[in-house]
């Protein structure tokens, strides 16, 4: 929860604001590990976002809680095992969260993780995750009009 998962809650944050749902939509991540729970963003993930004039500052990883799929009505995963980790959760404690990938809101797939890469990995989940989020707010603006 320092790449991928800030990155994507950076956007949505940016995202919701410009289209003005801040008071309509609630936005958090959090990891299925807590192998860096309490740490910042990874600085490359920090410096991406900010090129793109995304602030992830002030945000801290943690990791997902049973009670965050009764908190919200939509949890999101950056790649397939974390999707099974997360449907693992709900099916130990129920909650009435749907959960689905990210990217199943752009046409499918995973975003990469750029932890442990070269180049312009942490670039390649920015433009992932943007994508993404786009098409998610896409979709929530659709639910939130009423129906004619």
Excluded at 9 to 21: D, K, N, Q, S
Excluded at 64 to 85: G, P, S, Y
Excluded at 89 to 97: D, E, F, I, P, Q
């Amino acid at each position: 929860n320092i790449c991928r998962s800030p990155t994507a809650e950076g956007v949505a944050r940016a995202i919701r604001a410009r289209r003005g749902l801040v008071e309509l939509v609630d936005i958090d991540s959090a990891g299925t590990h807590g192998y860096h729970v309490g740490a910042s963003p990874d600085s490359r993930s920090t410096a991406t976002a900010k090129r793109h004039g995304v602030d992830l500052a002030g945000l801290r990883s943690r990791q997902v809680e049973a009670a965050d799929l009764d908190r919200f009505d939509l949890v999101l995963a950056m790649d397939n095992a974390n999707l099974e980790d997360l449907l693992a959760l709900k099916v130990r404690h129920g909650g009435s969260a749907e959960i689905h990938r990210l990217l199943d809101y752009a046409g499918g797939g995973e975003v990469p993780d750029p932890y442990f890469g070269a180049g312009d990995g942490f670039e390649r989940v920015f433009d992932a995750v943007q994508r993404g989020c786009e098409a998610l707010f896409d979709d929530i603006e659709a639910r939130l009009r009423p129906a004619d």
